[in-house]
């Protein structure tokens, strides 16, 4: 997969991409479909080539995949057949603008953030946009994935109710796989979280709470996700969407109380990653106060050993110890006898 640096692509005053270039070339891909067969066209920058098969039946749903939104002439082609509005395809192609959803007069326009698990603890964003018009579907990603494939698979073999339900059907498959990639990433993140605890209490690595922070940093980008969907939902069950048929909503509320399931337990993970932050700094704060207890210890008990040194080892001639017989073996016995009373007496206090 290329990456590229940030860069901005005109192809027509005010029409500018927006975000990072993940493939070199872009792949358009069409399925026109009914309950009674398919058809399948995929292409990478020949929209000559779809645009032939775009002529529909009233029963036909038609379902055109973008892969590759830096190619802004190539979204302008696919704007342009379907009359899609320039503010909407400057929407899709601005990868840093917030999720949103707009219903148009005779459309429905859908951008949010698909999540998917990457390397180590890090999560893979990419902005998916949809355009609902009347019996055709538009979709935009900016990486080639795989997060629409098992629905391409129904579509192929018939299987489900894909091929007997309308655009709208689709669009809230399309939304469900999202949500799948969601709780994939908050599966990775809560497994993660799960074996922390355990390894702060064995040994509090200042690593752990690196792993804690990309944790939560990951858990609010989900949260942030999840939000937009769950609040488009919301909209079209107000009924102000005239795209969504009537008998399409149960199945988005049903969607709907996914993401709210999904935000609470976002919500509840990022409490036991703050608990566990506390954790750590609690453990690191009784082990320093193990040491410096042990530290302490150590130090007062040889105040009066280093008292007595101290005393012996003044230069004066008449000290009248220096000169008995048992000088000597006295000072170490009294030296053993101060420590080991501390040491009686710090037990007795349960300060060991």
């Known amino acids: 997969m290329s990456k590229f640096r940030l860069q901005r692509k005109t ?67 696919i ?50 946009s949809f355009i609902l018009k009347g019996n055709v579907l538009l979709s935009f990603q900016e990486k080639k994935g795989d997060h629409f494939e098992h629905i391409r698979g129904r579509i192929r073999e018939g299987k489900g109710k894909v091929r007997k339900n309308g655009a709208d059907y689709l669009l809230y498959l399309l939304l469900d796989a999202i949500t799948g990639n969601c709780y994939t990433t908050l599966n990775k993140l809560e497994s993660t979280l799960d074996a922390l605890p355990q390894k702060i209490m064995e040994n509090p690595k200042p690593q752990y709470i690196l792993s804690l922070e990309e944790i939560k940093k990951d858990l609010f980008a989900l949260r942030k996700a999840v939000t937009p969907i769950k609040e488009a939902i919301i909209f079209t069950e107000k009924g102000q969407v005239g795209q969504i048929a ?3 909503l149960p199945y988005f509320s049903d969607l709907k109380d996914q993401l709210l399931q999904l935000i609470d337990e976002a919500d509840i993970n990022l409490t036991r990653a703050e608990g566990a932050t506390n954790l750590f700094f609690s453990y690191q704060g009784h082990r320093m106060n193990e040491v410096m207890k042990v530290l302490t210890i150590v130090a007062t008990i040889f105040i009066p050993i280093t008292f007595i040194a101290g005393i012996y080892g003044m230069n004066f001639e008449k000290i009248p110890e220096l000169g008995w017989e048992y000088g000597y073996p006295a000072a170490w016995g009294v030296m053993i006898l101060s420590a080991l009373g501390m040491l009686y007496y710090f037990r007795k206090k349960r300060w060991l």
Request: glycine share 4%.
């Open 246 to 248: 009537a008998q399409t």
């Open 11 to 77: 192809v027509e005053p005010g029409v500018q991409f927006v975000g990072q270039q993940f493939l070199e070339t872009p792949a358009i891909q069409l399925f026109r479909f009914s309950e009674a067969g398919f058809s399948e066209v995929s292409t990478e920058t020949d929209f000559e080539m779809i645009r032939k098969d775009l002529s529909l039946s009233e029963a036909e749903i038609l379902w055109i995949n973008l892969h590759g939104i830096h190619d802004t002439t190539l979204v302008h082609e």
């Open 79 to 128: 704007a342009d057949q379907f009359e899609i509005d320039k503010l909407v395809v400057q929407d899709i192609v601005d990868t840093t603008q917030r999720p949103k959803i707009e219903a148009l007069p005779d459309s429905l326009f859908v951008s949010i953030k698909s999540l998917l698990p990457a390397n180590q603890h890090r999560i893979d964003s990419e902005q998916i």
